[in-house]
């Protein structure tokens, strides 16, 4: 799972591993709505896949995989109606949502009903029948809603015929298909947390429904365009007023303490400059930070360590679990080749040492002093109060994205880039000398029993036990690199370290551990998923990684 | 006159001002020239008195004067050129000086310069001067040279592409345009520009195509057959449906495959016009949409799906585009209801709100009209949808009112929807008459224009039919008249219209009204209609004959005053070269002549006609055959007086063996009848 991920896609990738002999219906179906619905979290709200066996009436019968419903009661009378809904209700998150049924037979009478239902709604009737249900039926074509008596709403349908259901929760309308026809709307007002639903009557009824197992009969995803484009226009035109000039300031003062953040600090010094403000760390300290993360970012880690113990004597000392981190990962670039001592082993010569001019100073104070900045203010303590809530997402799913970004762009700055790329081109474990292999083992075992002294010091870690276990995992395989762990050895695991390191840094210096930008990108991500839960539609057209590009 | 108004109208320093700008132009130092032209430029921008006061002064002989000069810098020339450019986006008036002015042949002479800065300031105020309405288009083709040039130039750059396109867009409005364009390479070289990264080219080259395929089948034809960057245009066209796209480009591109598919380019059945262009239009009808938006949408839908009715049932349950349309009616139907709204208005000074009224009584007849046209493809075919049409809240009264409403557009489409309509037995029956509609249409049929005439009459042809409850009260209204009237017309179709309704008045008609008719109409118009050039009407005065002499007393009475005139037009007729329905036709009103008592006799004694009959039944059709030999079969009918002798002297003219011949036929129809005819010489 590369690139943007979300919730939803994170289950799937689960899923997927968990059953290798998932069939290739399973994986269109889920191709299907990870695209049709991305901002569905279904570790939170799971789509409906099939009808539920669980949840119907006993007139029903369900087979092949639960998609198809027959009927199997008397059929006499409407009292001998059946229903069945979908195993979970419609997430909020989809925006908009679409199934389709065909109509394999119309049975005796043909009086099936295809809609929605709230939980708890009494299956021994047609969807529509009563509060909370909502149905279009074959028979008169009449759409019902909530009510025994019908309205005049479309065609009727039968045999062959594809009937689809969409339901709109930004507008909370709904409005049917038939064979790919837009019949318009039926229903308004719609409650939240529907199950699609369909209903039979008469014996020989038969119905298959389509959850995205196959491709749709109308054109669902030029709908959404329609509303993705419509969100976005009112994202766009949001209006903010007189409040232009504060918006220019706010958004510069979020750019500005994000590049200091990141070390980038002749951009950072330029983009100051430019926008007449001041930078709030010295260009010194940025500047040690800046070569701590590029000797972090080319795997070499024993320098970054030895630098950072040099530069901030206390802060591994203290931090000992971050220490831990590093050496972790400092094994790791052994394994690679890439971390200074086993590069100087294995014949090629490692860079030369910077001296650093001067210690370090204090840093300024963090918080702007400025009192017009009031709303930036509240802002970022409202999010800094819900941080912990929070800080999973931003560091799993949305900052991901954000800090393959970062990297590139710290990696062009300056003097360092020619010396500092990669140079893994044979693949070989430690670079493939047997000095720096030798090295390396003496290095686990080293780190081994830090990791026993930590234990016993702290208590079980079980975090810090996966990383290890993870670390030493690579030696089991001769060619680590494909191995199932072999992950590790990308750079682009490099760069929580760096992240991990460079927020450390800063929180010994009473600067926030994340840059205000970073921080404001985890509220909208959390504010989206917020309104997912609470029932609103449109954060399904607002994804947060439309906007960082 | 216009002119002197604005002089006098101008204050002294104003002209004051303007006169030195004009009195710069003629300084001898061509470097003054050239900043007061640019100083002009900067002055005029914006300002539309400044632009009718430097016209009214004579800057613009001046400017084309230094603008086709060689000698002129090309930085003069090309201000000259921004200059009247700026002119030409002012009022209407400023078009029409400029136009006479010479203008457009000094631009497009400019267009032959090499420098693109230059040719680019001339395009762009061709581009303003030919999409204003007032320009006359045909001075874009009066110079053959100059349409291969401007195709050249698409080349060029962005903003040539933008300007050509927007002109050829704008000119483009007979099959003579569409076929310079077309032969010029049209379609080739505006074909990639529908992915240009401009929106504004894309636009005015999607523009382009809608106007070229319009009714042109050689056009739409060659247009599936290209491809843009290896993808076939209806696909690109397709893809600018798309609904996250503008209305604009989803309205037009929906337009482009509509035309494509009237010409036979696309199958109506094809998923791009079934399952894309069709919906698209739907939308365009919705309530979101701009008025204009919506009378586009709904006029290029019915369009779309008038010869098919598989696309009627789809659109008739799309979107509820039924009662949708419904809607088109809800804006100020009369002035006085606007001035009624606007003084109620004043009283809460709400400007916009009357701008918006305008804007809506502008369009209020597009959309009635467009509705009225909608409704009239919907229902063209099927019963079921113009059940759904009528039981439309007031439809009917929607109809009755649009027929007598002042905008001809509303009432020729009112018209349309009734004609559509009246297809139905059942309406006819029911709403047709409920609502008196014949009352408005016949008032309609006074004095109207020929398109509407024609449309009303073929209307009234259906509310003449026998079932028809309307038909007594239209009698009654002395109809008679105005509609032989008709038949003296020059148009072929209001001819066709006024023979048919009068056939169908006279099918099973009383006699009062057969001779009414025979006395209106006049023999000699009769007789001149079935020598009419048109088959149609022909077959229809045939109709109309047969009609006449049905039943015996009515075929005796009007052969006994007409008889001589009518045995000489059938005699032309069967003699004469005319296809076999016609042809039929006419033997079947000799069949009824000879069903009459009196009647017969005027074909026994006819010296030519049983040769004729004898003829037709050897005839190597079969129709023909079952006519002639009906006509034979009544003429020796047992039980009428002197069937005897009739009988005897057909024998005697081989009519017997012919007959004999006939009972062997293959076809069992034909067969029947020989055989039934033969009983009569058993008994």
């Known amino acids: ?549 | 006159m216009a002119c002197i108004e604005i002089l006098f109208r101008i204050s002294d320093k104003f002209t004051a001002t303007s006169r030195h700008y004009v009195d710069r132009l003629f300084d001898p130092d061509p470097q003054n020239v050239l900043q007061g032209v640019i100083d002009m430029k900067n002055a005029v921008i914006g300002n539309n008195k400044q632009k009718a006061n430097l016209i009214v002064l004579g800057a613009v002989p001046r400017l084309l004067y230094l603008l086709q000069q060689s000698s002129s810098s090309l930085e003069l020339r090309t201000e000259c050129a921004v200059v009247l450019g700026s002119l030409a986006m002012g009022t209407e008036n400023n078009i029409k000086s400029l136009v006479d002015c010479h203008i457009i042949p000094a631009l497009l002479q400019g267009l032959l310069c090499s420098d693109l800065i230059f040719i680019e300031a001339c395009l762009r105020c061709l581009r303003t001067i030919f999409i204003s309405p007032v320009t006359p288009v045909q001075l874009l083709y009066t110079d053959p040279t100059v349409i291969p040039h401007i195709m050249s130039l698409l080349s060029r750059s962005q903003h040539t592409q933008e300007y050509i396109t927007q002109i050829f867009a704008h000119c483009c409005k007979t099959p003579e345009h569409q076929m310079v364009l077309f032969n010029h390479g049209a379609i080739q070289n505006i074909a990639p520009l529908l992915i240009s990264p401009s929106y504004k080219v894309r636009m005015q080259a999607l523009k382009c195509f809608s106007v070229l395929a319009y009714e042109n089948a050689q056009v739409s034809m060659t247009l599936v057959n290209v491809l843009v960057d290896g993808e076939q245009l209806s696909q690109v066209f397709a893809r600018m449906m798309q609904r996250d796209k503008p209305i604009e480009m989803q309205l037009t591109a929906a337009k482009c495959l509509t035309y494509m598919c009237r010409a036979g380019a696309i199958r109506t059945d094809d998923n791009c016009i079934i399952l894309k262009t069709l919906p698209c239009l739907v939308r365009m009808c919705s309530k979101e949409r701009l008025l204009e938006e919506r009378v586009e949408g709904a006029e290029t839908l019915a369009f779309l799906m008038e010869p098919d009715i598989e696309l009627q049932r789809i659109a008739s349950v799309t979107d509820h585009l039924v009662s949708m349309l419904a809607d088109y009616f809800k804006y100020p139907s009369s002035v006085s209801a606007i001035t009624d709204i606007k003084r109620l208005s004043k009283l809460r000074h709400t400007r916009d709100f009357c701008n918006q009224l305008d804007h809506d009584l502008k369009h209020a007849h597009e959309l009635r009209q467009a509705a009225f046209k909608l409704y009239a493809s919907l229902g063209s075919n099927d019963e079921d949808i113009r059940k759904k049409i009528t039981e439309t809240e007031n439809m009917m009264d929607r109809i009755v009112s649009g027929l007598s409403e002042s905008s001809i557009k509303v009432r020729l489409a009112a018209v349309r929807c009734l004609h559509s309509l009246s297809r139905s037995v059942q309406q006819l029956r029911t709403s047709f008459h409920d609502h008196a509609v014949w009352k408005p249409l016949m008032k309609l049929l006074q004095n109207a224009p020929d398109e509407v005439l024609v449309m009303a009459s073929s209307t009234l042809c259906n509310l003449l039919l026998e079932f028809s409850p309307s038909k007594e009260p239209i009698l009654e209204s002395g109809v008679i008249e105005l509609l032989c009237s008709l038949t003296q017309s020059d148009s072929p179709a209001l001819r066709v219209n006024g023979i048919w309704a009068l056939m169908n008045m006279a099918f099973q008609a009383d006699q009062k009204v057969k001779v009414e008719i025979v006395r209106a109409l006049g023999t000699e118009q009769l007789f001149r209609l079935l020598s009419d050039p048109d088959t149609n009407v022909l077959m229809k005065t045939l109709g109309l004959l047969r009609n006449l002499l049905s039943t015996r007393p009515h075929i005796d009475q009007i052969m006994s005053s007409h008889g001589k005139q009518i045995m000489q037009a059938v005699t032309l007729i069967l003699e004469g070269e005319h296809s076999i329905e016609v042809k039929e036709q006419t033997l079947c009103i000799l069949a009824n002549i000879a069903d009459g008592n009196t009647a017969k006799e005027l074909i026994m004694t006819n010296d030519d006609m049983p040769q004729k009959i004898k003829y037709y039944m050897g005839h190597s059709n079969v129709k023909l055959q079952l006519a002639a030999t009906f006509c034979i079969s009544n003429l020796i009918w047992n039980e009428e007086d002197g069937s005897q002798e009739r009988q005897d002297k057909l024998r005697e003219m081989g009519f017997v063996d012919i007959l004999h011949k006939l009972t062997q036929a293959s076809d069992p129809s034909l067969c029947d009848r020989a055989k039934t005819a033969m009983q009569q010489y058993l008994a």
Request: aromatic share 8%; charged share 20%.
């Open chain 1, 1 to 549: 799972m590369s690139g943007p991920s979300s919730g939803c896609g994170f289950l799937m990738s689960v899923v997927v591993h968990g059953d290798l002999a998932l069939n290739e219906q399973e994986k269109e179906l889920n191709q299907r709505l990870k695209r049709l619905y991305p901002a569905v979290n279904e570790q939170e709200t799971p789509l409906p896949r099939s009808w539920s066996p669980k949840d119907k009436f006993s007139y029903i019968g369900l087979s092949q995989n639960n998609l198809r419903v027959h009927y199997k009661g008397h059929g006499k009378t409407p009292k001998d109606a059946a229903s069945v809904r979908a195993t979970h209700p419609i997430p909020a998150a989809c925006g908009v949502y679409y199934f389709e049924v065909k109509i394999i037979s119309k049975g005796r009478d043909g009086y099936m009903g295809i809609g929605l239902s709230a939980q708890g709604v009494n299956m021994n009737r047609l969807p529509g029948w009563d509060k909370h249900s909502y149905g279009y039926h074959g028979d008169d074509g009449h759409s019902f809603c909530s009510s025994g008596t019908g309205q005049p709403y479309g065609p009727t349908f039968t045999t062959g015929d594809v009937i689809g259901c969409c339901v709109n929760l930004i507008n909370n309308t709904c409005f049917y298909t038939k064979n790919g026809h837009s019949l318009g709307i039926a229903f308004t007002d719609l409650p939240p947390n529907l199950y699609p639903t369909v209903g039979l009557q008469t014996p020989g009824e038969v119905v298959d429904a389509n959850f995205g197992q196959h491709p749709f009969v109308f054109d669902i995803e030029d709908y959404m365009r329609e509303w993705r484009t419509k969100i976005q226009a009112q994202i766009d035109r949001f209006p903010i007023g007189e409040r232009e000039g504060e918006w220019q300031a706010m958004i510069q003062k979020m750019v500005a303490s994000y590049l200091v953040h990141h070390s980038y600090c002749a951009t950072a010094e330029a983009f100051a400059k430019s926008t007449d403000q001041a930078v709030h760390e010295e260009l010194a300290s940025i500047k040690n930070r800046q070569k701590i993360q590029k000797l972090v970012l080319s795997g070499r880690m024993g320098e970054a360590i030895e630098t950072t113990q040099q530069l901030y004597p206390s802060l591994l000392e203290r931090n000992q679990d971050l220490l831990f981190m590093l050496k972790v990962r400092q094994f790791i670039e052994m394994v690679n080749g890439t971390d200074s001592e086993v590069r100087c082993l294995g014949g090629r010569s490692p860079k030369s040492q910077d001296c650093y001019p001067g210690s370090p100073r204090l840093f300024n104070s963090p918080v702007h002093k400025a009192s017009s900045s009031q709303t930036y203010q509240t802002g970022t303590a409202e999010v800094e109060m819900e941080l912990d809530h929070f800080s999973n997402g931003v560091s799993e799913s949305s900052s991901n994205g954000f800090l393959n970004g970062s990297s590139t762009h710290g990696i062009d700055l300056e003097e360092c880039d020619g010396d500092m790329g990669e140079i893994i081109i044979w693949r070989q474990l430690c670079g493939g000398s047997q000095a720096a292999i030798e090295r390396m083992i003496q290095f686990g075992r080293e780190l081994q029993s830090m990791s026993e002294h930590l234990r016993r010091e702290r208590g079980k870690n079980s975090a810090n036990k996966k990383m290890l276990k993870d670390a030493f995992s690579l030696l089991a395989y001769s060619d680590p690199w494909s191995s199932p762990v072999g992950y590790q050895l990308d750079s682009i695991q490099r760069e929580p370290v760096c992240s991990t390191l460079n927020s450390a840094i800063l929180e010994t210096h009473n600067l926030p551990k994340q840059p205000p930008l970073a921080l404001s990108v985890g509220q909208a991500a959390q504010c989206l998923s917020l309104m997912a839960r609470t029932g609103s539609g449109s954060c399904a057209f607002a994804s947060v990684d439309d906007y960082l590009h």
